[in-house]
């Protein structure tokens, strides 16, 4: 039907939906409550009240719109009398002229405000005031802000009813504001309390203290209460390609709170339709009938839905259900401090819950489960739909895992015993993915081998100087990645767990930490102390900070390879149109992303010179860039053939600066660009890999594309099939292979950029060729 979108849903209204949720019998009242405080346009209305928004660590106020989650507000200020008439006007609608610019606000969300309700939740992620009066009404533990926040809400509560205005003020129950307080709430107040919820069941302890903060505040009101929950793919359990199919659980959580709650909002989030079709289903029945026993109407529909292959079914969607809740996002690992929750990391995801030996049964259960169901049959066809919707995606996801797995592999970063080559930190996250360059600054870091330490020398560039967030803070101050700063990213040992994380802002004030990695989370200890030498000072284009980690700081170092990461956050007083996070490794998904680090090491120094492109061209040629002795014979480096434009070198479109090459074709073919490889032995292992950007990019045969060709004692091609075409920002190729007998026998190796069979523009940049280890023998 028309509500089956797949992965390309684009419609937020979607008339389908709409009638899946009629039939479903979904949402009979919407009451809003959802952070209904920032959508009272206060940013636009109080410019000239910097003293209504929460005071920050920097000594600045909330109220720059740039920030993530502006507009966090100072609940002491002159902002409460503001929220009660913003909420009077609202629940009576009278007196809007009186309440300038609040007009403009976004009253027609349907979630935050209607009739009947006055949401003042405050803006998501919570940041507290630092002011006198708010650090005051904090108390000490997780949920510090709840007595300043729902003394608020009563208070305004009570001046509402006092005055006869209608209606309710709703309020969340939300982290750090979920303790029910002392004092008493008058019943013009209603309770939402957000938790996690449904998947997190086998998680007893978690699951228990969720439940009792439910009961407690059913208890306080004296009345049922109503829940946001999340069962939703966001953020940790993104995760594209991964079922969250779990009915049986949504049933479960459900019927045994109904006695507390009298709805719940379930936030569903999803890449795929249909692996949240069953869990709405299911939460709509037992809303709707809470006598009814969620694993039979389960059972009902393997029955109804597949007829004869609803046993085979059963035994692959429930496993699903038991991967998602007891592997996945429910997952519980046991931690010095006891048992946490943690998603797996992309390895395990890929190596251990959703194994290659896996996915292959998942298949077979398939083919059973088809012939099970009569041929063409509708059981049959559905069946299909499962295999398309759920097996192929994972099988999909499972092979872009070990693409980027080689990829990350590309990505060395070769230190000797002083400053010698530099890597180029990119935009993370970017703000204008069509142009991701526009409001980026240049920031290039070096690192070497010191006699006593390791060294780091980060170069920013910084035009806007007089415009940078920075404070002097005490050593080990947490909030110090708010300040324009760098970060350093170690994991000496390389065994992707224990890791350092260095931080240092522009003011020179600096905090450090160790880390431990428990799947997608990790566990910090700032008592760590790297000993670190650190010196901040102004350069020409912007600042530069040194950093020297002494080796006694670094047990166990592995000074061939180890994994490490460089990251900047460019802080400045108004944020809005420049790119604030930059990291040297594409990979990442966040900051602790260890996994998709890169290396530093003194092992594999690169084979090729000026793969980044760096050499301006010889003085009395357009297309040879290298090395060459006083008569002109050529050493190494890089050579344009004739038939290449000469503009081939793109001193604006780059990866790493200064520049990239760029081949352009209209006639199917282009490139000729090549190195010889002089260094390439028969019988060694080798990597290369380079960065590739496309823009329309359309084979005019099968199989056309941009590929790097190297020839040995044949021709060989960087992907040897599925060469890369269409349009795409940067991506790292990176493949293995072993130099045939003969190489560089009779004739020299050379290696070719090219578009083959392709129409287009391509981009290529910093293509490195390394020499592996050998194996050992019998691998
Ligand atoms: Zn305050």
Known sequence: ?????????????????????????????????????????????????????????????????????????????????EIYQDAKTLLTGQGLEKRPGLEKANLWRFREHHAGFADIMPQDSFTPCQCEKCKKAYTDETHYASDLMWGLTVEIANRLK??????????????????????????????????????????????????????????????????????????????????????????????????????????????????????????????WDNSLNPDATVDEFYRLMFGPAASEMQLILDRFEDIWTSKVAGRVVETALGPMGSPPSDYDLWNTVFSPALLQQISTEFDRAEKLAATGSLEAQRVQLFRREYLEPLQQASAAYRDKTDAVKGLHFHLGEAPASTVWLRPFKGKNSTEPDKGKVNTRVQAFFGPEALHFIFDCDEPAMDQTVAVARKFDDPEIWK??????????????????????????????????????????????????????APSATGFRVEIAVPYQSLPGLEREQFRANFTRNRILADLREIETLYSWSPFIRGFHDLENFGTLGSSRQPLLVNGDFSFEPAPWSARHWGLWDEKRNWLEGWIGSNELDQNVRDLEIFFSPPASIRLVSTTGRAGVSYWSVHKLQPGKRYRISYMLKLDNVTPVKGGGGAVLNLWDVANRWFPAHNLPSGTADWTRQSFEFTAAPGTNQEKPSVIRLTLLNANGTAWFDDVELIQLEDLPAGQ
């Open 1 to 81: 039907g028309v509500y089956f979108e797949g992965e390309n849903r684009t419609a937020v209204i979607n008339p389908g939906k709409n009638l899946n949720s009629y039939r479903l019998r979904l949402g009979t009242t919407s009451i809003p409550c959802c952070h209904g405080l920032s959508r009272l346009n206060y940013l636009e209305r109080f410019q000239d009240k910097p003293e209504y928004f929460a005071l920050l660590s920097n000594g600045q106020r909330h109220n720059n719109p740039g920030l993530p989650h502006p507009g966090q507000l100072c609940y002491s200020s002159g902002i409460r009398e």
């Open 162 to 287: 006092a005055e006869n205005v209608p209606g309710c003020v709703t309020m969340m129950g939300y982290r750090p504001y979920r303790r029910v307080p002392e004092f008493p709430i008058p019943d013009n107040v209603m309770v939402m309390v957000a938790q996690s919820g449904p998947w997190y069941m086998l998680d007893a302890a978690r699951h228990e203290q969720e439940n009792s903060e439910i009961k407690a505040w059913a208890k306080k009101m004296n009345q049922k209460v109503w829940l946001w929950n999340y069962a939703n793919k966001l953020s940790s359990l993104a995760m594209p390609g991964i079922p969250a199919y779990t009915p049986r659980a949504i049933g479960r959580y459900y019927q045994k709170l109904a006695p507390w709650i009298f709805g719940a909002f379930v936030e569903s989030e999803s890449d795929r339709f249909l692996y949240m079709a069953m869990n709405h289903y299911l939460f709509a029945k037992i809303a």
């Open 483 to 536: 300040d324009n700063s760098v970060e350093l990213f170690l994991n000496p040992s390389n065994d992707r767990k224990t890791y350092y994380q260095i931080l240092v802002n522009s003011q020179g004030s600096a905090a450090d930490q160790s880390l431990v990695k428990l799947g997608t989370n990790s566990q910090h200890d700032w008592s760590w102390n790297a000993n670190a030498e650190i010196n901040v």
